[in-house]
């Protein structure tokens, strides 16, 4: 089983949609949680950190839910430019800080 | 500033030879890593270098070394390439610790192997 497991999508939504993405991790010494956003062909660059108490960043939300080891990222009012891969990321204290990445969410918005 | 800057962009081997890939920071980071990314894979770390003169192996670090050569700049060489590592390679860095969570990227060496 993978450390970290995502839906790999593709989510195709309208412009204007609302779309949620989950991420399960299966360890539970896992102590940080990310997400990043990585278009086609490009580098990963980070998106948001994931608190424990959830957190907002302009249209998008992410969401920490420890008991069901799931973080979540709510996309509101989709842009064009919000068609992307994003990536779930976990930091575990027993892995030496190290990130571990899921697979990827791809994301289509279409006009 | 530039942030992490890699070379090659892109690279064609024949099974046997042998490469080193460049990555250099400027952000006066610590920490560095080499990662290579497969389809439906993620991201998988090969070596990283909490700081400048460690290395260290990571998940899939088989068929490569690696070289700190100072603070700015961490090599990966591939010894005897295989079309098993026709991949991606992203090297980034970052503070060390809790500071991990946010790593700069570079962009990316596309290797194939033939």
């Known amino acids: 089983r993978k450390e970290v497991e995502q839906d790999p999508g593709p989510f195709n939504v309208p412009e204007g949609a609302t779309v949620a993405f989950n991420c399960t991790y299966s360890?539970?010494?896992?102590?940080?949680f990310f997400w990043y956003r990585q278009d086609c062909r490009k580098e990963p660059k980070l998106l948001m950190s994931?608190?424990?108490s959830g957190n907002e960043d302009g249209r998008f939300t992410a969401q920490l839910n420890r008991a069901s080891q799931y973080i979540s990222l709510l996309i509101r009012d989709s842009k064009l430019s919000d068609s992307a891969t994003y990536l779930c990321?976990?930091?575990?204290?027993?892995?030496?800080?190290?990130?571990?990445f899921g697979s990827g969410t791809r994301l289509l918005v279409r006009p | 500033n530039a942030g992490v800057t890699q070379t090659p962009k892109f690279q064609v081997l024949k099974t046997g030879q042998s490469m080193t890939l460049q990555c250099a920071q400027d952000?006066?980071?610590?920490?560095m890593y080499w990662y290579r990314q497969d389809p439906g894979m993620g991201l998988r770390l090969i070596y990283y270098?909490?700081?400048?003169?460690?290395?260290d192996k990571g998940e899939v670090p088989n068929g490569y070394n690696v070289s700190r050569l100072n603070k700015r700049e961490f090599s990966l060489r591939l010894e005897s390439a295989a079309p098993s590592q026709t991949s991606v390679y992203f090297c980034?860095?970052?503070?060390?610790?809790?500071?991990?969570?946010?790593?700069?990227f570079g962009p990316g060496t596309r290797l194939t192997v033939l």
């Open positions: 980034a860095s970052s503070e060390p610790g809790r500071g991990q969570g946010e790593q700069f």
């Open positions: 360890n539970s010494a896992s102590q940080s």
């Open positions: 994931v608190y424990s």
């Open positions: 990321v976990v930091i575990s204290m027993d892995s030496s800080y190290k990130l571990i």
């Open positions: 952000m006066n980071h610590n920490s």
């Open positions: 270098s909490a700081s400048e003169g460690t290395t």
